[in-house]
């Protein structure tokens, strides 16, 4: 058996994945407000609502105070002649309803969120320039992102730790643009605010997209673009699905498709990520853009690691496959298999003769299912017995929740918060006599 000799990096080494500097610019060019002008037509229905200092200043805020449901009748009380208020003066009527309806201060934001739910049919999807927050689900009532009021997006906004990114920290790890001939200097948020802005600058915006009731989340597919060649593809739902294996070919073709005739030439940066939803695979039907993403650590590569992304030999193009000469072989990345110019595995057996052991082999979701013989970018599927497929233990973005205790408190406001505080700090003392008294037993 041949022994394997494991080394650790030197200085000349791949100490850390081999990154392309990342620039504020390519960070601004995921932005939704960027790219949906330029895609319009081939994104699910979304309405974008310019969002205030005011209103940005709320989701930083901490605490989770949600407006009150008459916030539109309560925004005439400075004319109220004490019929809403029984305050002696309009100064403390005004700091009383500032305390309890924080959406007095962005208004116009508020309303227009209630006009943009109805006008999507009642039901929307939030995120903001460049994240939704899929982690705060556990939060929302329908345990779901879907929304049918304003206070269920806010929630869901303010209990994020994903829109928090979005707002602290979305340029964190950029370098500045003019240097990127010379050795690129990381900088985070705070050094933006004396060279290249701050993310206090960045026109935010919430994004509202109308629910898909019948959506489909095993034909959503995360699609990886590398010096403008789609280089690979995977599944966005980490579950396994028997029927996709068949549909490889075809939803190859017309992703491929869709990003040579759409994406290739229009979007401005060489390297990035995109996710598409294909609901009528078998009948060839439209490929929806979802989401843009950076070509950066940030960005989930799923069934892929990043190592793999950035070090993989790209796709031939269609013209370079004519110029290949005889003899000329390609490895699979995925399972180290010869393929021939015409895309073909060469074995023991005749490629295109499928015996009783290959068709068993389709069923068992073994690395068959992934189709990597097939010419053009790798696509790849959750097989049966991958881990990824039985993670039932762990839900997905368990990180991000809270205690119950201490979402109820912050719900509470700032009493309700000081209130759970000390009661913690009685069942920590509490618990410190005991030990004390059990080890002066001892």
Request: charged share 25%; with cysteine.
């Amino acid at each position: 058996m041949q022994q394997i000799e494991f080394t650790r990096p030197t200085d000349d080494g791949l100490n850390r994945l081999p990154f392309p500097p990342l620039a504020k610019s390519h960070i601004q060019h995921c932005s939704y407000h960027f790219w949906h002008p330029l895609y319009r037509s081939i994104t699910p229905k979304s309405r974008l609502i310019p969002l205030s200092g005011a209103f940005i200043s709320y989701l930083r805020a901490d605490g989770i105070i949600l407006p009150t449901e008459d916030t539109a009748l309560r925004s005439d009380i400075e004319t109220d002649s004490g019929i809403f208020s029984s305050c002696s003066t309009p100064s403390e009527a005004d700091s009383d309803t500032e305390e309890s309806d924080p959406a007095l201060q962005w208004l116009e934001v508020h309303q227009e969120v209630k006009a943009t739910i109805a006008e999507l049919g009642g039901s929307v999807v939030p995120k903001l320039n460049w994240s939704a927050p899929k982690d705060a689900t556990w939060i929302s009532a329908t345990n779901s992102m879907e929304c049918l009021t304003p206070n269920d997006i806010y929630l869901l906004l303010k209990s994020s730790d994903f829109v928090t990114h979005d707002l602290e920290q979305a340029f964190n790890g950029c370098v500045a643009e003019e240097i990127h001939t010379a050795a690129p200097t990381q900088i985070n948020d705070n050094e933006y605010q004396d060279t290249q802005g701050s993310p206090k600058d960045i026109p935010y915006y919430l994004v509202l997209r109308k629910t898909i009731p019948s959506l489909v989340t095993s034909l959503e597919f995360r699609c990886f673009v590398r010096s403008k060649r789609l280089l690979c593809i995977c599944q966005r739902d980490l579950n396994h699905y028997s029927f996709l294996s068949s549909l490889v070919p075809t939803l190859r073709s017309m992703i491929q498709d869709f990003f040579d005739q759409k994406l290739k030439t229009t979007f401005p940066d060489e390297n990035f990520v995109f996710d598409v939803y294909v609901p009528q695979v078998k009948e060839k039907g439209r490929v929806w853009l979802v989401d843009i993403n950076p070509w950066a650590e940030r960005t989930d590569p799923l069934l892929f690691s990043w190592l793999e992304l950035l070090t993989i030999r790209p796709p031939l193009a269609d013209d370079e496959n004519d110029i290949l000469e005889t003899g000329v072989l390609r490895i699979s990345l995925h399972d180290g298999s010869i393929i021939d110019v015409d895309g073909k595995k060469k074995g023991d057996r005749d490629s295109d003769c499928e015996t009783d052991d290959d068709a068993s082999d389709g069923d068992s979701g073994t690395e068959s299912e992934n189709e990597v013989g097939e010419p053009g970018p790798e696509f790849r599927l959750v097989n049966r017995d991958d881990p990824e497929a039985y993670c039932f233990n762990t839900p997905q973005y368990s990180a991000h929740k809270l205690p119950k205790d201490i979402v109820d408190a912050s719900l509470g406001g700032k009493g309700g918060m000081q209130e759970f505080m000390g009661q913690w700090r009685d069942v920590v003392a509490r618990q410190e006599r005991e030990d004390a008294g059990e080890a002066d037993l001892t």
